[in-house]
């Protein structure tokens, strides 16, 4: 691996073991009752696709499938986020009804099915700053004896998610070395700051460097904005649109000068997530047309089937393709590939 990889690896190992959970000691006065009648006091820390995250004295921090709670109580001060988008705020309450639970405080207390809640994040929390980062870090690496073709790949994302809104931040790098011919590196680093809106709409700020040598750019920095929503979302799937502008600065392989670009952005975005056995699809697609020649464009798509081997340990397969319809002389139009690694999620 060149300096250069290194560099990146070491910005995302720093990025990543700030993420890390850290103990911290809270009250936990919450009560959690399960379809076995078991009643388990603890902490409520956040309830994201069917999972709440729920700290315990006993049992640490462990995560319950929502559909094996038919009841809860908390004193905290929560949001609470249906399926339609609509929040609520305030503590949970037991309403006497299996399958349903107050939001509120007072006499301003809401009655809400639990199969319609999708999202539960606490508005105050004693939570240190990093304990409410999440995301992953995950490695591949493959080599061909007879071509001798070596190829190296590192994917790092982190998240920090508030009630208002996401901060994120993601790294691609992947390093092919084939003797008699240059290395062939494939880089971006991306991040972006998502607020939520109501009814399910949310504005997008995001700015890139990339680097793509199989299509000739050696470097291009990008920086918009879009208006997207939630068409779906529920405990198990979540697909989201964009539409937004980008202006782009780009430094192509055997050409000058750097050029400047006013593009469009077109994004979807769907995630499946299934908890027995834990499990993820992921798809996501972006399409840049100029806005001076729709006829020119580039875009990005993938496709990445994520398996959980053992707690918070995963294997991913990941499909990739990426296009350029106006490539320099002498570089790939496309560039696709398969991928699959080992990683760990925070």
């Not at 870090?137 to 920090?160: E, R, W």
Request: proline share 2%; glycine share 8%.
């Amino acid at each position: 691996m060149n300096k250069t990889a290194l560099a990146w690896a070491c910005l995302a190992t720093i990025l990543i073991t700030l993420g890390m959970p850290h103990v911290a000691a809270a009250a936990k006065t919450d009560v959690v009752v399960l379809i076995n009648g078991d009643a388990v006091t603890g902490e409520i820390k956040s309830l994201d696709f069917g999972a709440l995250r729920y700290s315990t004295d006993s049992m640490g921090t462990v995560s319950i499938e929502w559909e094996e709670i038919v009841s809860l109580e908390s004193d905290q001060s929560l949001q609470v986020e249906v399926a339609s988008g609509t929040r609520y705020f305030g503590g949970l309450f037991a309403t006497g009804a299996d399958g349903t639970v107050g939001v509120g405080r007072g006499e301003n207390i809401q009655e809400i099915e639990m199969s319609k809640i999708v999202r539960i994040t606490p508005i105050e929390t004693d939570e240190k700053i990093w304990q409410r980062f999440e995301g992953s870090i995950k490695f591949g690496f493959s080599s061909d004896k007879g071509s001798q073709v070596t190829s190296g790949n590192l994917n790092a994302n982190v998240n920090y998610r508030t009630r208002t809104y996401l901060l994120g931040f993601d790294l691609i790098s992947s390093v092919t070395d084939q003797p008699g011919a240059d290395t062939s590196e494939n880089r971006s680093l991306g991040l972006h700051y998502q607020r939520f809106r109501s009814n399910r709409w949310f504005t997008d700020w995001f700015t890139s460097v990339e680097k793509n040598d199989e299509q000739g750019v050696d470097r291009r920095l990008s920086a918009g904005g879009g208006l997207g929503r939630y068409l779906i979302q529920s405990n198990k799937n979540q697909f989201s649109l964009l539409v937004g502008l980008v202006a782009t600065r780009e430094s192509l392989i055997g050409s000058e000068p750097d050029t400047t670009n006013a593009e469009a952005k077109f994004s979807a975005k769907y995630l499946h997530r299934s908890l027995a056995p834990s499990s993820d699809m992921i798809f996501t697609t972006d399409v840049f047309p100029r806005l001076e020649d729709f006829s020119s464009f580039r875009s990005t798509s993938n496709l990445t089937l994520r398996r959980e081997l053992v707690d918070d340990l995963f294997f991913d397969l990941s499909f990739y393709y990426t296009y350029l319809s106006d490539p320099p002389e002498g570089a790939e139009k496309d560039d696709y590939g398969v991928v699959t690694s080992i990683g760990y999620a925070f």
